[in-house]
Every structure is written in structure tokens, then in C-alpha cells.
């Protein structure tokens, strides 16, 4: 491993921390937003050596406090300087991060966080007092820590957590083993029940080394991160991180002048987006030709990325610097990636006509199977029964990152995993897809989308592309209702809205014109697509599907 800090002898990612304090202490770690003077967004810095000494002060806080090696511990921040220092300091002590989006509503949060049974929660004002009002984790709390005012829950506040630290001095680092659990990552629930997936240390340390091999991530580099968890790698990068003003749970409507405004200020060299905050980057700087010169990659997971996006974020970036879409799940990140530059005319061509959406190679040391699609548990697969190139099927992914288990939630387990001939475990993806003669694996949609009717059976991703070329369609989607493969269209704008009758008419034709297609009969016309919490991309199907459902009725 090429790792600087010694991931093998010390499999803890807050060790990359130290490391950069003490290689370059001067370097600003963090750039985060103050305020807003003068329609200006003002920022604050914080050099490594400051982030590394606020994350001992309360790392040691923690273990004085009784926070300590394997502590289950609900951590709600919004990103910014304290996020970055509490969660590097979780892991210093060695306690177990327990990381849930916030947006996934009131109910599912309650019941994500009474299976995690956290022991301590960290979180602002707001995120204690909805704890105290809802009873989050009511039987299992016994430490809080609270950013802001305490409104009579008890606890302590970060400054006093940090004053607490300050009782003893001197590094904290927890010599935590390479399968022991670092934290919980609950998915977002957008294509099912939010789960926690156990991470153990050994994830985390193959994703920095896997990170930074695929997509050449150099030491020195700034990094804008508008999906928050992004930025816990950029340390064990050697990357600064600039905190964007917006919130984070809603991408779709982040301001694209401020984003501009601080890829300028600190030449920001790598932005991490989802496909809809791309969409609204892209457009912004589409519209007022805008070059954004010192980016060196654009890296968008969270949902497949149309290639018109890809190509309008492209055309904003200077000569050398390319789009990358890499491909996963909270499961197992990353699987595969492709960059813009490999998108070309013949690729397009394939998704424009159904193909699915190609999704790239494999990220070394990855290894990408398609397996036959089954809904059952499946324990054991024999190494004969993948399917050959060419033969779409269930996507599984063995590699140093899948990981092997969900937190209490033993059936979905064993749903989501398998094991080869030769006792590896391999992740089930949940997504249909195929590999090309080429290597190159291609994404049709999620398995529990799919959509049969009259005797065929469809996969979203691959339908949806192809009408997604009409040039009155924002987005479509598939959906299975009343026994009918039905197409759930989003207009382009109001103005196309008006004229829905030629729209259908002409997307009824394209439907017939196409051999595979020809069972899509039903045309219906939404207003605005529900989508995820967590990157405002991924279609939710299921609730289109009832509402669909609705109007066939």
C-alpha cells in the first residue's frame, strides 16, 4: 500500500490527521463559511495542525467523559469545522460513529436510531431538542454533547467537552484493529429501508488508498465537497476542504453564484456532486460561459449521471480536466468508474437506444460478476452459475471495500450478501446490469424496480434513456401499475406542459418504434418527481408507481 500514514499498522483514518499536522501543520486544512456580507459569502480557516489539536482536545474530552473504544455514538452536525474535529475524534478514541441523513424524516430517523441504540449523542441544539421532544434512543442514551445551548437536557456543551480534554495532554490515537467496527452508515432509504451498514476500519483505509489511485488525487489539492461525507476523506488525501454554503440535503437547489464564488476564492481543484447539483452548476455555467480554470476533476455518485450533464460540466472545465461518474452504494464504494472522456458519441448511442448506462471498469482491486436474477437468499454461489458478458443480470462486487454485514438487520444480511466457492463474501448490488466485451459494466436499473408486462420484463434506467431523448422531457421514469408498463413523464418546462396530447402521441409512437419497448401503452404526466433525501437525483418509483396506480383507476 502507497498510504503515507501507515494504514497496515495503525488501520485508523484519524492516524491521517496527525500525519498531516505534522507534515504540513501550517496548511490550511478547512475553509468554512461565517456568514454572508455584501451578497458575499465570508469564510474562516483552520490550519491542520489547529483541526488535529481541537480533534485531540476533544478526543480527549470523550474518553474523560466515558465516550470511549466502541461507544456507539449518534453524531449530528451539519459540515463545517466541529463536524470534521468530532468525527476525527470519535475515531482517535475509538468510538462508533453512527451517521444518519438527517432529511430521511422524523419517523425513519426515531426508528434508524432505536436500532443503533446509540450510548452517546453529539449534535447542535436543534438536533437535541428534537431528540428530547421525539425520545430518540430514549433507552439507550446515557452521554450528550451538545453544540450550541443546552436547554436543560443535561450533558455537556463542545467547549465544556473540550475543557475537559484539556485535564490531561498529548496525541490520541486508538490502535483500533482492521476488522473491528468503526461506525454505522445508515443508507438513505431511497430504494428501501434505511439500514445501517457496519463499517469496519479496514473500509475505510482501502477507500482512501482506492480514492486516490482511480482518481489520481494528489497532496496540496482543495477539495469542494457538497455531499458532507465526502469531506472526512480529504484529510487522508492531503486535501483542504472548502465547506459550500448551502444545505446539504437539498443539492438541487444550492446556489450556483456561491459555488462559483469559492471554486474562485481558493482554487478549488476537485468538487464532489450529485447529478443535481451538477445539473444546476453546469446550467449556471453553461449560461454565462463561465470556466471554472483550476478544477482538475468533477466526481458525481449518488445516481446515474445523464451524459448531457456530464458534457455541460465538461465544456466548463479547462483542457486536461475530466468528469468522472463513478459507481456504488454505502455497501461497497467504489465499484466502478468512467470519465467523460470515454463517453463518447458510440457510448451515448448505446444509452440513447435502450442499452442501459455504461458505468465504466472496475476500481482496481474490485471484482465486478453478474449473477442470475433471483430475489431469494442466496448463501453460496458457484463460481459456474455468473453469467457471461453480454447477459444482463444482478450486479455483485467482492472487493476491500464491500462490506459484509447490515447492524442488526440479520435477513437483509443475508439478502444483500454471498459467498464463492472459495468462502469470499460478495455484495449484491440490488441493481441490474451486464458486462461488455470490453470490461465495461453497464447499469439498467434497480432490481426491485423492474417492471413486467405483457410477458417482458423491463428495467428502468434502460427504458427511461431512451425517451429521455425526446426534446420536450426533462426525465422520465417506468413504473409497473394496473398489470401496465406506464412512463411517468416530467416536461421540459410549463410551456410543453400545454401541449401534453402531441407529446404523448409522439412518445407512443417512439414506443413502437422500438422492438423491446413496444409494451409501454400508458403515458402520464407529473408535475415534479419525488426524489431522494440524500442527492436529490434518484427517482423514487415506488410512490410514482401508487400514484400512477391512482390515475389508471
Not at 461507544?71 to 459540515?79: K, V
Request: proline share 6%; net charge positive.
Amino acid at each position: 500500500m502507497s498510504t503515507d500514514w501507515n494504514q497496515e499498522a495503525c488501520c485508523n483514518v484519524a492516524g491521517a490527521l496527525a500525519m498531516q499536522a505534522t507534515r504540513q501543520g501550517g496548511a490550511t486544512a478547512i475553509h468554512f463559511p461565517t456568514g454572508i456580507r455584501g451578497g458575499r459569502v465570508k469564510y474562516a480557516g483552520r490550519s491542520y495542525l489547529e483541526l488535529n489539536e481541537l480533534s485531540d482536545r476533544y478526543a480527549r474530552g470523550m474518553l474523560e467523559f466515558g465516550i470511549k473504544r466502541g461507544t456507539r455514538t449518534a453524531l449530528m452536525m451539519p459540515p463545517g469545522l466541529d463536524f470534521l474535529a468530532l468525527f476525527f475524534a470519535l475515531f482517535k478514541a475509538g468510538a462508533v460513529p453512527v451517521l444518519i441523513d438527517p432529511g430521511i424524516g422524523l419517523k425513519p430517523l426515531k426508528k434508524c436510531l432505536a436500532e443503533a441504540a446509540p450510548e452517546a449523542f453529539i449534535g447542535i441544539s436543534r438536533a437535541q431538542a428534537a431528540r428530547a421532544a421525539m425520545g430518540w434512543a430514549r433507552g439507550t442514551l446515557e452521554r450528550l454533547v451538545t453544540a450550541g445551548p443546552k436547554l436543560g437536557w443535561g450533558g455537556l456543551s463542545t467547549s465544556q467537552l473540550a475543557r475537559l480534554g484539556d485535564r490531561s495532554s498529548g496525541a490520541v490515537l486508538a490502535a483500533t484493529k482492521p476488522g473491528e467496527m468503526a461506525a454505522i452508515l445508515f443508507t438513505s432509504g431511497s430504494t428501501g429501508t434505511p439500514k445501517g451498514v457496519v463499517y469496519r476500519h479496514r473500509h475505510f483505509t482501502a477507500q482512501v488508498e482506492m480514492l486516490k489511485t482511480a482518481f489520481d488525487i494528489q497532496p496540496g489539492e482543495v477539495d469542494l465537497p457538497t455531499f458532507p461525507p465526502f469531506a472526512l476523506f480529504d484529510p487522508a488525501l492531503g486535501m483542504t476542504t472548502v465547506v459550500p454554503w448551502m444545505d446539504p440535503t437539498r443539492p438541487a437547489r444550492a446556489r450556483p453564484e456561491r459555488l462559483v464564488q469559492a471554486i474562485e476564492n481558493f482554487s478549488v481543484s476537485n468538487v464532489f456532486g450529485s447529478p443535481a447539483l451538477l445539473r444546476v452548476l453546469s446550467g449556471y455555467a453553461k449560461g454565462r460561459g463561465i470556466k471554472l480554470g483550476s478544477v482538475r476533476r468533477v466526481i458525481s455518485a449518488g445516481a446515474a449521471v445523464p451524459i448531457g450533464i456530464v458534457r455541460d460540466m465538461q465544456a466548463a472545465l479547462p483542457a486536461g480536466a475530466w468528469v468522472f461518474t463513478p459507481y456504488g452504494a454505502t455497501e461497497c464504494l467504489p465499484v466502478t468508474s468512467i470519465s467523460g472522456a470515454e463517453l463518447d458519441q458510440r457510448v451515448a448511442a448505446h444509452t440513447d437506444g435502450g442499452d442501459g448506462i455504461c458505468v465504466g471498469r472496475p476500481v482496481a482491486p474490485n471484482r465486478v460478476a453478474i449473477m442470475p436474477v433471483r430475489d431469494a437468499a442466496e448463501d453460496y454461489l458457484r463460481e459456474s452459475e455468473l453469467l457471461p458478458s453480454g447477459s444482463s443480470g444482478e450486479i455483485i462486487v467482492h472487493g476491500p471495500t464491500t462490506t459484509d454485514a447490515y447492524w442488526q438487520r440479520d435477513a437483509q444480511t443475508r439478502l444483500a450478501k454471498t459467498t464463492d466457492d472459495h468462502g469470499r463474501v460478495w455484495h449484491r448490488m440490488g441493481d441490474i446490469g451486464y458486462l461488455d466485451a470490453d470490461g465495461r459494466l453497464w447499469y439498467c436499473g434497480r432490481k426491485s424496480q423492474r417492471v413486467e408486462a405483457g410477458g417482458q420484463v423491463l428495467y428502468p434506467d434502460q427504458v427511461e434513456a431512451y425517451f429521455n431523448t425526446h426534446p420536450a422531457v426533462l426525465r422520465t421514469a417506468l413504473v409497473g401499475a394496473e398489470g401496465k408498463a406506464v412512463l411517468c413523464v416530467e416536461p421540459l418546462s410549463r410551456a410543453n406542459s400545454r401541449r401534453a396530447g402531441q407529446i404523448r402521441d409522439e412518445l407512443l409512437a417512439m414506443a413502437r418504434r422500438h422492438s423491446q419497448f413496444q409494451v409501454v401503452d400508458s403515458v402520464l404526466f407529473h408535475r415534479g418527481f419525488p426524489v431522494d433525501v440524500r442527492h436529490n437525483s434518484k427517482i423514487n418509483r415506488e410512490r410514482l408507481a401508487r400514484w400512477a396506480a391512482g390515475k389508471q383507476g
